[in-house]
């Protein structure tokens, strides 16, 4: 199993960022996939999760209305585009998700925003 993430960097506040996690390593159509983020001296948090179709999704509170998550499933790929970034938003993002109860996280992609 093997979940790449990439798109990170610098962004001012109020800018865009779109996050990518490659899959690999498992059939990614029968696996909902799961965004964290963990900031500086701060716990690792969920962030968003999108069901195996696609039809589903959920977000936590502070990035509602501001980040979509997405998935291409004849990619084996995972999306969450950023929109109207703020500094709270600073932390590295982790691709996860679970197979047969045990969790495969991918190396991360920092993001900062600041100006």
């Known amino acids: 199993v093997q979940l790449v993430e990439s798109g990170g960097g610098l962004v001012q506040p109020g800018g865009s960022l779109r996050l990518s996690c490659a899959a690999s390593g498992f059939t990614f159509s029968r696996n909902g996939m799961i965004w964290h983020r963990q900031a500086p001296g701060k716990g690792r948090e969920w962030v968003a999760g999108i069901s195996v179709t696609g039809d589903t999704t959920n977000y936590r509170d502070s990035v509602k209305g501001r980040f979509t998550i997405s998935r291409d499933n004849t990619k084996n790929m995972v999306y969450l585009q950023m929109n109207n970034l703020k500094p709270e938003d600073t932390a590295v993002y982790y691709c996860?998700?679970?197979?047969?109860?045990?969790?495969?996280w991918g190396q991360g992609t920092q993001v900062t925003v600041s100006s």
């Open positions: 996860n998700t679970f197979i047969a109860g045990i969790p495969y």
